[in-house]
């Protein structure tokens, strides 16, 4: 492979030269390609007025002994050819190669090469140099690394799926693909590397990976994204497949190999010692378990959610915990707080030591609040120990029933069922207000009533506290009474009974609303 730089004569016949009769510039050659004749200028004289050029004898120089005369005053250097072409009248310079030793050339100074430069490059290990002679191209081909240190300047502990003999890395504008040395670049599949690892000092520029377009980490076929463990010696001591499919792992540092993100596609993106083992579960801060799926803490210190919570929450705080089978349970903030085992989609918005034990159930902040009544929202401030979770709060519970039957009838907390009445706790006393209304279907019979009084249970006996007293009513239509309405204890249940008397006739929807002021023993 070499490189010719052809030298031509400014050149015509003997009479197109006297016809255009020109002024060549100093040194600048007119050749006659009819006589053979040399003239060379001398910037000013124009053609006709100029000498031909004659050898030492005095003759006229033709093209004819040029070669002759240049080879006298031109030596052909290392590498440098130099050929006359009788036929064409034409002086060929050219390069033999250059060999790469002994020469210094910035980039723009390196026009060619040949295959023999092949032989003084050499490739780091996994790494072949290979000089492509149709292409006229050299060709870095990766020929395969096994072990060692991870190091990205070296491709080592890499490894590519069913590498083919030839094959290259090649970019196509937008990603690495497989290519061929021997094909012009086609494609045969993505590239595929089962495992990669980057550690401290090896990638340089400010330990910074940057990329003009958009920088893609996706896991291969049930692989998981992963980062170095800096609890272990070895990054990789879980068992092998204990990470779930398509999981994302990125905390630095645990010291369990079970703190890890086992379910699938589920994701731990920072902190230490978290374990996210539902599917699609996720998990952050620092000591958290999530053991359910489609659930997740966001933040804080040792809080869990328990097996068969799916779809629950703890977005902070500190020991909270979620028990199993609260299904769609949210824990805000606070800690020592607790989520039953079977409250469903109940909530814990703040505070401290409290406890839900039912369903729809909200405690919405303070100390040692306890709510275990059917879609209860308590509020409680009592600074006490755990076991007197309840003593001093207040709570609000929306009873209800739907009747036609003109006879008297419970209303529950679900609307229903007589499993999910008002219930007084044990060594409890109450004060409660309750307004009721009632909507008659298809009328416009309608009414409303009010009462206040109290309850206790002591030693589990429910009674009484004084007379309930009705504080107003109103009617609208002919059909509702003053009376319809009665409150009780309910020692049987232990609860709080209201009572309503429809007219019959229609059907009737009661609703109400209990305020209860609550004041429970330490037991």
Same mark, same amino acid.
């Not at 497949?241 to 630095?252: C, E, F, H, N």
């Not at 645990?254 to 978290?274: K, L």
């Not at 004084?466 to 309405?485: E, H, K, P």
């Given at each position: 492979? /070499?490189?010719? !730089?052809?030298?031509? *004569?400014?050149?015509?016949?003997?009479?197109?030269?006297?016809? %255009?009769? #020109?002024?060549?510039?100093?040194? @600048?050659?007119?050749?006659?390609?009819?006589?053979?004749?040399?003239?060379?200028?001398?910037?000013?004289?124009?053609?006709?007025? =100029?000498?031909?050029?004659?050898?030492? @004898?005095?003759?006229?120089?033709?093209? @004819?002994?040029?070669?002759?005369?240049?080879?006298? =005053?031109?030596?052909?250097?290392? *590498?440098?050819? =130099? @050929?006359?072409?009788?036929?064409?009248?034409?002086?060929?310079?050219?390069?033999?190669?250059?060999?790469?030793?002994?020469?210094?050339?910035?980039?723009?100074? &390196?026009?060619?090469?040949?295959?023999?430069?092949?032989?003084? %490059?050499?490739?780091?290990?996994?790494?072949?140099?290979?000089?492509?002679?149709?292409?006229?191209?050299?060709?870095?081909?990766?020929?395969?690394?096994?072990?060692?240190?991870?190091?990205?300047?070296?491709?080592? !502990?890499?490894?590519?799926? %069913?590498?083919? $003999?030839?094959?290259?890395?090649?970019?196509?504008?937008?990603?690495?693909?497989?290519?061929?040395?021997?094909?012009?670049?086609?494609i045969s599949s993505p590239v595929v590397i089962d495992s990669i690892t980057i550690e401290d000092n090896v990638v340089r520029n400010n330990n910074t990976v940057t990329s003009e377009k958009d920088l893609v980490l996706k896991p291969y076929t049930g692989g998981s994204l992963v980062t170095t463990n800096n609890a272990f010696t070895n990054p990789f001591t879980v068992p092998?497949?204990?990470?779930?499919?398509?999981?994302? !792992?990125?905390?630095q540092f645990r010291t369990e190999v079970h703190q890890i993100a086992a379910g699938n596609y589920s994701c731990i993106p920072g902190g230490s010692n978290n374990t996210a083992s539902g599917d699609h579960s996720y998990c952050m801060g620092a000591g958290n378990t999530v053991f359910s799926d489609h659930g997740g803490i966001l933040a804080g210190l040792n809080n869990t &959610?328990?097996? +068969?919570?799916?779809?629950?929450?703890?977005? /902070?705080?500190?020991?909270? &915990?979620?028990?199993?089978?609260?299904?769609?349970? $949210?824990?805000?903030?606070?800690?020592?707080?607790?989520?039953?085992?079977?409250?469903?989609?109940?909530?814990?918005?703040?505070?401290?030591?409290?406890? $839900?034990?039912?369903?729809?159930?909200?405690?919405?902040?303070?100390?040692?609040?306890?709510?275990?009544?059917?879609?209860?929202?308590?509020?409680?401030?009592?600074?006490?120990?755990?076991?007197?979770?309840?003593?001093?709060?207040?709570?609000?519970? =929306?009873?209800?029933?739907?009747?036609?039957?003109?006879?008297?009838?419970?209303?529950? %907390?679900?609307?229903?069922?007589?499993?999910?009445?008002?219930? &007084?706790?044990?060594?409890?006393?109450?004060?409660?207000?309750?307004?009721?209304?009632?909507?008659?279907?298809?009328?416009?019979?309608? /009414?409303?009533?009010?009462?206040?009084?109290?309850?206790?249970?002591?030693?589990?006996?429910?009674?009484?506290?004084?007379?309930?007293?009705?504080?107003?009513?109103?009617? +609208?239509?002919?059909?509702?009474?003053?009376?319809?309405?009665?409150?009780?204890? !309910?020692?049987?249940?232990?609860? #709080?009974?209201?009572?309503?008397?429809?007219?019959?006739? *229609?059907?009737?929807?009661?609703?109400?609303?209990?305020?209860?002021?609550?004041?429970?023993?330490?037991?």
């Amino acid at each position: 492979m /070499g490189r010719n !730089d052809v030298i031509k *004569f400014k050149r015509g016949t003997a009479a197109d030269w006297t016809s %255009l009769n #020109l002024v060549l510039k100093v040194g @600048e050659p007119g050749f006659e390609t009819d006589t053979g004749k040399l003239k060379i200028g001398d910037g000013t004289t124009a053609w006709n007025s =100029l000498v031909y050029l004659t050898d030492v @004898e005095g003759a006229p120089v033709t093209i @004819e002994n040029v070669d002759d005369r240049v080879s006298e =005053l031109l030596a052909a250097g290392p *590498f440098i050819g =130099l @050929e006359y072409d009788d036929d064409g009248g034409i002086l060929t310079i050219s390069s033999t190669g250059i060999g790469p030793s002994g020469h210094n050339h910035v980039l723009n100074d &390196i026009v060619d090469f040949d295959g023999s430069l092949t032989t003084s %490059l050499v490739g780091k290990s996994g790494i072949g140099i290979t000089y492509d002679s149709v292409n006229d191209e050299l060709v870095v081909v990766y020929t395969g690394v096994t072990g060692g240190p991870t190091e990205l300047d070296q491709l080592t !502990d890499v490894s590519i799926n %069913l590498p083919q $003999v030839g094959q290259v890395l090649k970019y196509d504008g937008n990603d690495w693909i497989n290519g061929t040395d021997n094909s012009g670049g086609s494609i045969s599949s993505p590239v595929v590397i089962d495992s990669i690892t980057i550690e401290d000092n090896v990638v340089r520029n400010n330990n910074t990976v940057t990329s003009e377009k958009d920088l893609v980490l996706k896991p291969y076929t049930g692989g998981s994204l992963v980062t170095t463990n800096n609890a272990f010696t070895n990054p990789f001591t879980v068992p092998s497949g204990t990470r779930g499919s398509y999981a994302i !792992d990125l905390q630095q540092f645990r010291t369990e190999v079970h703190q890890i993100a086992a379910g699938n596609y589920s994701c731990i993106p920072g902190g230490s010692n978290n374990t996210a083992s539902g599917d699609h579960s996720y998990c952050m801060g620092a000591g958290n378990t999530v053991f359910s799926d489609h659930g997740g803490i966001l933040a804080g210190l040792n809080n869990t &959610i328990q097996i +068969n919570s799916d779809n629950s929450v703890i977005c /902070g705080g500190t020991v909270n &915990i979620i028990q199993s089978g609260s299904t769609g349970g $949210v824990i805000v903030g606070g800690q020592n707080n607790v989520l039953a085992s079977g409250s469903l989609d109940s909530c814990i918005i703040n505070g401290d030591y409290h406890k $839900v034990d039912a369903n729809y159930s909200t405690i919405v902040g303070g100390r040692y609040g306890l709510a275990t009544m059917y879609g209860e929202i308590a509020h409680a401030t009592q600074p006490q120990a755990a076991q007197n979770r309840g003593g001093i709060q207040h709570s609000v519970v =929306l009873a209800s029933s739907r009747q036609s039957s003109g006879s008297k009838e419970e209303l529950y %907390l679900d609307g229903s069922s007589n499993s999910e009445r008002i219930t &007084i706790p044990l060594d409890t006393s109450w004060h409660f207000d309750i307004n009721i209304t009632a909507k008659g279907y298809g009328t416009s019979d309608a /009414g409303w009533w009010k009462f206040t009084g109290g309850i206790v249970n002591t030693g589990g006996t429910v009674t009484q506290i004084g007379t309930v007293t009705q504080l107003g009513y109103g009617i +609208n239509g002919t059909n509702f009474t003053q009376n319809d309405i009665t409150i009780s204890a !309910d020692n049987t249940n232990k609860s #709080l009974k209201i009572e309503a008397t429809d007219p019959g006739g *229609f059907a009737t929807y009661y609703s109400a609303t209990v305020n209860i002021t609550q004041c429970k023993l330490s037991t």
